[in-house]
């Protein structure tokens, strides 16, 4: 008789742990990248940071300019990628976690979970709702 293996709470943890290592790693090497390219072109340039750009864009037409400027090599939108990832590391962390408790049945949790993510999705609106 074969036994059937479940997917269990310890294959969840591996799998949150391996996200939380190479979500970092992916997202630092990006960004890391993104900089040589950067000082690459720009390099030779002085930035005058006595003037910010003020930025009235919502979180949708900012990722729409990061992920074309990364497709076309821009470093600068490499580097705000990078961010983004590691950003988001976290983020897919919370949800895998809850399709772990929903795995368990630990409803507590779940609705804890969805709490965490509700916040994290105001926060997010709010945010950028200027």
Known sequence: MVQEEKF????FQ???????RYGVWISLS???MGGIVYLMHNGNQIEDYSVFKE???NIFEVIAAVYNGAISGNGESLIFTGII???LTPVLRVLLSLF?????KDYLYV???LIVILIIITSI???FSH
Request: hydrophobic share 50%; net charge negative.
């Open 125 to 127: 609106s709010f945010g």
């Open 111 to 113: 609705v804890i979970t």
């Open 100 to 104: 772990s408790f929903l795995l368990e």
């Open 55 to 57: 930025n009235d864009r």
């Open 8 to 11: 269990g709470e310890k294959d």
């Open 14 to 20: 591996t799998i949150i742990g391996n996200l939380l």
């Open 30 to 32: 990006v960004a890391f």
């Open 85 to 87: 990832l590691l950003f």
